[in-house]
Structure formats: structure tokens, C-alpha cells
């Protein structure tokens, strides 16, 4: 199957792009690339690479470009990126949407099929983040009042232990907000007339928001 492509997810920290990505991951039988978790992750091995990474993500700056390209790189080289992947937080400058534009010409495999921008006001996202709780072991994300977990702290998929990211506290998203507006909104002008593009209202429910995803993808 030639499939989708690669389905690129933009929109603000908050708006749901780590949960669609998932759900979407899972029904098109996709790849989830994260970069922000395959950073948290090298940040719990202490590779060099999550050693640098460490303080740049806890104050809420975007990790070099560089490193980024790196990484995805690597990951989209992998067999079962074959048919393409579901990327999540990436990419979040210019710089990194034209490494991706490069990196796909050399690597001839498929294009990118979608780019769903999702939408969503500045004071939801606040309300989102400062709630979410993710597992630690699974990846599960929660939020404490949309979306609690049966037992309090306690994954309802794997048990595993729910933890609020460091870089989930009102300071840091606020900042995280500001480096959005700067850096990453710049993609949406930068995307916006390619085939495959297309806005996603991110209120409600996030099967809400999966629907209407879903009525793009076909
Ligand atoms: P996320 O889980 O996507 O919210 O990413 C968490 C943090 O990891 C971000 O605030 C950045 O510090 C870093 N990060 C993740 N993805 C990227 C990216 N594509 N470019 C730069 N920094 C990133």
C-alpha cells in the first residue's frame, strides 16, 4: 500500500497534536514520530545528545535545529517508515520544514500526504496543558478534569504512574506559547498552499476532534 504519506501535525503546544497523533497512528497503521518523546527519552537514558537537550526542553526553547534533522533523519530511514509516519512537534521552524522537504527528495520515498493544523484559542491551551498528566510507561496522556483516570495517579491502560511534564508548569507553557508564535506559526504560511493542507477545529471532546480529522484523511 502506498498509503497516506506522512501526515504532519501543526498547531500549538496543548491543542492535542500528541493524542490525534496516536489515534491517527493507530487507524492508518503509521509510525508515531515524536520528536519530543524521543527526546524525553534520550533525556532518561543521559546520552550525550539528551544531556544537551535536558535544560533547553525544561525552560521551554526548541532544541537545535541540527540535532532535530538528526533524529528524524535516522527514524525516517527505518523500515517501517516505509509507507510513511504521523509526525508530532515536528517540524517547528522553517528551517526544519525545508530539511524535511530535502531529507524526503533524497530518501524517495512517499511525500507528504496531510498537514492538519489544528486550531484552538490561546486560554484552552493554558487550561490543557496545566492539566495534562502523562504515564510514564505507556505514554497515556490525561488531563484532570476532561480526561481523569479511573484511579487517581494511576494509568488506567498499564497501571504505570502518571507524572505532569516539568515543562507543563503556567511559567514554562507561557513561555512555550511565546517561542510558538515565533518560531513555529511562521509553517502555517510556509504550508498553507500545499496540496494536503488543511485547518482542524481542535474544540470538544478529542473524539471530536478525531472525527473531523478523520473527515479529512477519507
Ligand atoms: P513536545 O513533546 O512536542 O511538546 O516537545 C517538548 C520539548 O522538546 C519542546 O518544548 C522542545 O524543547 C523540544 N522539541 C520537541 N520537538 C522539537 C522540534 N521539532 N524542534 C525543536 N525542539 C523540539
Known sequence: ???????????????????????????????????????????????????????????????????????VSERLREDDARNGVVFDGFPRTVVQAEGLDRLLSDIAGVSIGHILHIVLEDEEIVDRLSGRRVCRDCGAIYHMRFQPPKVDGCCDRCGGELFQRDDDQPAVIRHRLAVYMAETAPLVSFYRGRSGYAEVDGNGTSAAVTDRIRGFLG
Open 1 to 71: 500500500m502506498k498509503g497516506a504519506g506522512h501526515i504532519i501535525l501543526l498547531g500549538a503546544p496543548g491543542v492535542g497534536k500528541g493524542t490525534q497523533a496516536k489515534v491517527i497512528s493507530a487507524d492508518l497503521g503509521l509510525p508515531h514520530v515524536s520528536t519530543g518523546d524521543m527526546l524525553r527519552a534520550s533525556v532518561t537514558t543521559g546520552s550525550e545528545m539528551g544531556k544537551r537537550a535536558k535544560a533547553v526542553m525544561e525552560s521551554g526553547a526548541l532544541v537545535n535545529d541540527e540535532i532535530i534533522l538528526g533524529i
